[in-house]
């Protein structure tokens, strides 16, 4: 295993410069899905999450067969399928689960059918599904930049907009917000952010980076603003630690990040001050 000085070394290294593109991709995508999932942590729809993840992946097949950009291909998917759930869900004899089961699940399979269709697709889809950090062109780093910029600015300007929905749908309708236009809004910015995360830390794991990072903060702290920063921290920190790991052990990256990030989690559910199962043991009972 190389020393942190040596890995910074390799970071310097000119004939290793896909490795410092790597660890902005890593840290970029964990920090933006850290604070996207504070939303999806909030409202508790990570099964939401799950189904946009999945759903991006037949825009990635159909870009990578017509040698596209993939970053627009996964968007297009993610948020078309988004703008479906949200459609059907309106029909009160289908839960909103129900939905998000039978488009998630189609989304895949035609993905997995395209992708087949490409010569070479199974080391193509091995990408797709685990993430790779060698092949990541130049310009989807400074997509991935320009979309994270982007998340952030419309999170900060609807953000108590958001916050109203995921406490309390019924007093927001009451109030007057327009709650399926704020859901839709919220489902497009977690596809958006899925989709330059799935580059590096692959299709199968990136729903993680938006549940876990932000599970382990709401472990943390009763007050969503120090969630918000503690989320995204927790996940730039895991994907920094999580690629080092993986660069000295040859481990694959994808999987690094999310254990790291899992061990986190795990340390806060004992840890808490609060909520940690060791600080609920040790409080005093009542008589």
Request: glycine share 10%.
């Amino acid at each position: 295993m190389i020393s942190p000085v040596d890995f910074v070394g390799d970071l310097l290294n000119p004939d290793l410069a896909f490795l410092p593109k790597a660890l902005l991709m890593a840290v970029l995508s964990s920090v933006v899905c850290g604070v996207v999932g504070t939303h999806v942590v909030l409202r508790g729809m990570a099964f939401i999450g799950d189904a946009v993840a999945h759903a991006v992946f037949p825009g990635l097949a159909i870009a990578f067969v017509l040698q596209g950009s993939l970053v627009l291909g996964g968007a297009v998917a993610g948020i078309t399928t988004a703008l479906l759930v949200a459609l059907f869900s309106q029909n009160r004899r289908l839960r909103e689960d129900s939905v998000i089961g039978v488009f998630f699940v189609a989304a895949f399979a035609l993905g997995i059918v395209i992708i087949s269709a490409a010569p070479g697709y199974a080391g193509s889809l091995q990408d797709f599904l685990f993430g790779s950090i060698v092949g990541i062109p130049d310009e989807n780093v400074l997509i991935a930049l320009v979309v994270g910029l982007v998340l952030m600015a419309v999170l900060f300007a609807f953000h108590k907009e958001l916050v109203a929905v995921s406490l309390d749908r019924e007093t927001a309708r009451a109030l007057g917000l327009p709650v399926l236009r704020l859901d839709l809004l919220l489902y497009v910015v977690v596809a958006a952010a899925i989709v330059i995360s799935v580059q590096t830390i692959g299709n199968v794991l990136v729903l993680a980076l938006l549940v876990t990072p932000a599970a382990a903060a709401r472990l943390l702290t009763d007050r969503l603003g120090p969630m918000m920063l503690l989320g995204p921290t927790i996940g730039g920190g895991s994907a920094l630690v999580g690629l080092y790991l993986s660069w000295s052990l040859d481990l694959p990256v994808g999987g690094t990040i999310v254990l790291v990030a899992t061990a986190v989690f795990l340390l806060a559910w004992l840890l808490a001050p609060r909520h940690g199962v060791l600080a609920r043991a040790m409080a005093p009972r009542p008589a």
